[in-house]
């Protein structure tokens, strides 16, 4: 069985849409945006200027994805990469599909030049907390805030 880390395509949309839904409704208990607004947000992102999907697939089945959004830091005079997703489905945690989702998003932000790739996840998530601390991620100093 080989798995494939690789760029979103075109015709993804639907195994794509299907696997962010599992992550936004059914991991994180969050409303579904709507079929309208994920389909916009993933052509988008198809364009690679806003930010880049990758997508695991396991003999031709979409299992995981991760998603980078791209900023700038003043401090560092250079864009950022900002992973926001990295989703893989409950049948196929804890093992390689994590791992190389996360890596294949880091050597990314390497070879296209950011300073860094910054991330934040659920103080409960102590799974995915594990696998950063295990992949050499360190633990940020910052405090994060949000507001509507």
Same mark, same amino acid.
């Given at each position: 069985?080989?798995?494939?880390?690789?760029?979103?395509?075109?015709?993804?949309?639907?195994?794509?849409?299907?696997?962010?839904?599992?992550?936004?409704?059914?991991?994180?208990?969050?409303?579904?945006?709507?079929?309208?607004?994920?389909?916009?947000?993933? #052509?988008?992102?198809?364009?690679?200027?806003?930010?880049?999907? +990758? /997508?695991? %697939?396991?003999?031709? =089945?979409?299992?995981?994805? &991760?998603?980078?959004?791209?900023?700038?830091?003043?401090? #560092?005079?250079?864009?950022?990469?900002?992973?926001?997703?990295? +989703? /893989?489905? %409950?049948?196929?945690? =804890?093992?390689?599909?994590? &791992?190389?989702?996360?890596?294949?998003?880091?050597?990314?932000?390497?070879?296209?030049?950011?300073?860094?790739?910054?991330?934040?996840?659920?103080?409960?998530?102590?799974?995915?907390?594990?696998?950063?601390?295990?992949?050499?991620?360190?633990?940020?100093?910052?405090?994060?805030?949000?507001?509507?």
């Amino acid at each position: 069985m080989t798995l494939n880390i690789r760029p979103t395509q075109p015709n993804d949309i639907l195994p794509l849409s299907a696997l962010m839904h599992e992550y936004v409704v059914g991991f994180y208990n969050n409303p579904w945006p709507g079929d309208q607004a994920i389909e916009l947000l993933f #052509k988008n992102l198809l364009d690679q200027q806003i930010g880049v999907q +990758f /997508v695991a %697939e396991q003999e031709g =089945e979409l299992i995981g994805f &991760a998603t980078l959004y791209f900023t700038y830091s003043t401090m #560092k005079a250079n864009r950022v990469a900002i992973m926001n997703d990295l +989703f /893989v489905t %409950e049948a196929w945690r =804890e093992g390689e599909a994590e &791992a190389r989702l996360f890596e294949h998003c880091q050597r990314y932000t390497r070879e296209h030049g950011c300073a860094y790739m910054s991330w934040i996840t659920a103080a409960t998530n102590e799974r995915a907390q594990q696998l950063f601390e295990r992949l050499g991620a360190a633990r940020g100093t910052w405090v994060n805030y949000s507001i509507t």
